[in-house]
T-cell receptor
């Protein structure tokens, strides 16, 4: 079966711009989570969506937002980009959010 | 979330078993022990999870101490493809659906 698909794989943006990243979960999975990975902070949880509702949110500023569509696909948006937002953004899906998340390969965002 | 402690790095020889330790002395009764690994240039990959009893699957075995204050992920025969960062994570399913990653153990496998 197809895995978790994240697009685009790579992105370069300028400070102050905004960016939208996309995640298509495994078919049938209703929970989608987003994580940020940087060399300094490691992997940090951003937020989780289940059936189009945000269920959990990590400790990130309001510039980071997301949404989930009725087909479970999810997008995350970062507005007013800062250099520190340069990171690998990972999406993970699961059936209901319990055990065993499947991660995508991520979107590498570089802010210049 | 309760915290886990893992060695920063470990080395193993190919074809030999690998025991990756994890300490979690503040684990609560409802915390599940999860292991994920992250291969280079990929997202994390689920390996195994358990609550109290030892668990086996096609990838690895999880040995949980009787007092649950520590656990060990066992790779029975390491291959070069097992070189990755291994994360031990505690999850209380009632406390929110998120994974709290620590620094993990970087496993290097020598041919």
């Amino acid at each position: 079966k197809a895995g978790v698909t994240q697009t685009p794989r790579y992105l370069i943006k300028t400070r102050g711009q905004q960016v939208t990243l996309s995640c298509s979960p495994i078919s049938g999975h209703r929970s989608v989570s987003w994580y940020q990975q940087t060399p300094g902070q490691g992997l940090q949880f951003l937020f989780e969506y289940f059936s189009e509702t945000q269920r959990n949110k990590g400790n990130f500023p309001g510039r980071f937002s997301g949404r989930q569509f009725s087909n479970s696909r999810s997008e995350m948006n970062v507005s007013t980009l800062e250099l520190g937002d340069s990171a690998l953004y990972l999406c993970a899906s699961s059936l209901t959010g319990g055990h065993g998340y499947t991660f995508g390969s991520g979107t590498r965002l570089t802010v210049v | 979330d309760a915290k886990t402690t893992q060695p920063n790095s470990m080395e193993s020889n190919e074809e030999e078993p690998v025991h990756l330790p994890c300490n979690h002395s503040t684990i609560s009764g409802t915390d599940y022990i999860h292991w994920y690994r992250q291969l280079p240039s990929q997202g994390p990959e689920y390996v195994i999870h358990g609550l109290t009893s030892n668990v086996n699957n096609r990838m690895a075995s999880l040995a949980i101490a009787e007092d649950r204050k520590s656990s060990t992920l066992i790779l029975h025969r390491a291959t070069l493809r097992d070189a990755a960062v291994y994360y031990c994570i505690l999850r209380d399913l009632g406390a929110g659906n998120m994974l709290t990653f620590g620094g993990g153990t970087r496993l290097m496998v020598k041919p």
